[in-house]
């Protein structure tokens, strides 16, 4: 007597027949998606809206320890960077699918419905899309919050010493000295006179100075340029 071989297919189907019937199947998997659809809606929602929120209902023994930052860390990072610490509503670049998934399975663990999401990143990414690096903080409770999710490319590394002379003004003023020096260096010997001296050296690097240091002022007048330490989670273009 030959034994038939089992199809497992067939006995999936059948087990499958015996507990639901396919439209039920169905219609159960359909009202899943839908209220994942509205799940991901409400997170959108949020993200766009300017909610004031400043903590949210965590179960603190399920959170990372290394994903909890004070607004002091946080403040600290953007002046050293240039970088702005804003409500999401404010973000104006693509948040990722990734970033609404973390959200959902927060949402989730915690039993909870997150709120009052904000953003770190370049002052540009809250005019227009980039390519840098935003992180999304959802805040805790007294001043703390909690990293969601990082997304984009690093900064470049030379970008805090690009930014240094924007921390504040003595930083600019040693920037601007430096500058003067460098081009009163460049001045061709006997320009002015036939004699080359001390005196004439410093004359020269005074009139530099106040010819950079104008330009300077210029520039950060008429385009509402201000130190890190005033810009940092502002909301206004010419902070």
Not at 8 to 17: A, C, F, M, N, V
Not at 42 to 53: F, H, P, S, Y
Not at 80 to 91: E, G, H, P, T
Not at 186 to 193: E, N, Q
């Amino acid at each position: 007597m030959m034994l038939r071989s089992t199809n497992i297919e067939r006995k999936l189907q059948q087990t499958k027949g015996k507990q639901k019937s396919e439209s039920v199947i169905l219609a159960e998997v359909q009202e899943i998606l839908r209220q994942d659809t509205l799940k991901e809606e409400r997170i959108n929602q949020q993200l766009n809206t300017k909610n004031t929120a400043n903590t949210n209902a965590f179960e603190f023994d399920l959170l990372e320890s290394h994903k909890i930052f004070h607004i002091d860390q946080i403040k600290e990072i953007c002046i050293d960077y240039r970088l702005r610490f804003l409500n999401s509503s404010y973000f104006k670049g693509e948040i990722p699918q990734e970033a609404i998934s973390k959200i959902k399975h927060l949402e989730s663990i915690h039993n909870t419905e997150l709120k009052g999401f904000k953003i770190m990143a370049p002052s540009k990414l809250f005019k227009l899309e980039d390519k840098d690096d935003p992180l999304l903080f959802a805040p805790i409770g007294n001043d703390y919050f909690y990293l969601v999710h990082k997304w984009g490319n690093d900064l470049h590394p030379l970008r805090k010493l690009l930014v240094w002379p924007f921390k504040n003004i003595g930083n600019l003023v040693v920037l601007v000295l430096l500058i003067s020096y460098l081009v009163t260096s460049m001045v061709p010997d006997g320009l002015f006179s036939k004699k080359n001296t001390t005196a004439e050296f410093w004359i020269i690097y005074f009139f530099m100075f106040k010819c950079i240091a104008s330009v300077v002022i210029f520039y950060g007048f008429a385009l509402g340029k201000n130190f890190n330490p005033a810009i940092w989670n502002s909301k206004y273009f010419n902070a």
